[in-house]
């Protein structure tokens, strides 16, 4: 049996799998530049964050109508269940879909049908995180939270991904207020690629509630205390930092330094379709890389539900 955790920090389009990619792709005409699923498996050697990127916003080009989105959901929630997830906050990238004519509610709806029936089919709970693409301008952001608006009974929270350098969260500030005032909850991408000093900004100018990444706070002893006295939680995924080459090789990564430190940490899989694994993939990997014993795989597996934005509702207590 695996342990029971939750996954906090995963982007539903990067669980799309090449062979969903190539069904989704004949279904809606979609023509696209690799032979078959093998040729497409081989352009999965990324350099960094941007060469994935890259990747990942040409293959959306498949996922068109509400159901592909539900289909995407529903695979994802299948996989996560045989590796243990009773909980899953997902996040999704809709400027990335509004700006291909795939709007905001296809893809809401779409992924709620999926999400509506995740407790019964899967015995997940599921929460949806909007993510502004950072690497945009603020107006974008700003009017994409005025096209959520319509769909927020469904949407928990805000995030904010894709490229980081250069694109600190402070720019992001009127976005994050705003959504503060609409009730949404608050994460961010910080300290991935981009400085520690970043992950400072997200939690003072932004007011996240959890760090997504935040690996590089290693550099900021102050940052580090300062994080653990908050206990705030960062929502690891130490198989897209190999892939992505935040670290070389998964056996130097800081995460048992981390979890020394006392950090709040959990364990993610972020973009498991293109890193090589799902969440209890990542489990089995820091075990035998890191040698993270099984009672600090409980701690990490206790830390995300700590770390989850569940309320103590009665569905939620049933986990
Ligand atoms: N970092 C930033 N943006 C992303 C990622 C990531 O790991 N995955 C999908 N969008
Ligand atoms: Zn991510």
Known sequence: MPIPKAELHLHIEGTLEPELAFALAARNGVQLPYADTEELRKAYLFED???FLDLYYGLMAVLRTEADFEKLADAYLARAA??????????????????????????VEGL???????????GISTRLIMCFLRDQSAESAMATLEAAKPYLHRITGVGLDSA???????K?????EAAGALGLRKVAHAGEEGPAAYVSEALDVLGVERIDHG??????PD?????????????????????????????EHPLPRMMAAGLLCTLNSDDPAYFGGYVGDTFHAVHEALGIDPEGLRELARNSFEAAFLDG???DEAL
């Open 223 to 251: 940052l580090v205390e300062r994080l653990v006295r908050e206990r705030v939680p960062l929502t690891l995924c130490p198989l897209s930092n190999v892939r992505l080459r935040a670290v070389d090789i998964l056996e």
């Open 164 to 170: 980081e350098v250069g694109h600190p969260p402070a």
């Open 313 to 315: 509702s009665a569905a």
């Open 82 to 107: 045989a590796q243990g997830v009773r909980h899953a906050e997902i996040f999704f990238d809709p400027q990335a879909h509004i700006a291909r004519g795939v709007g905001m509610g296809t893809v």
């Open 215 to 220: 690996l590089r706070c290693m550099e900021d």
């Open 112 to 122: 709620g049908r999926a999400l509506d029936r995740s407790a019964e089919r899967h």
């Open 49 to 51: 964050l941007q060469s």
């Open 172 to 176: 992001f500030a009127a976005v994050y």
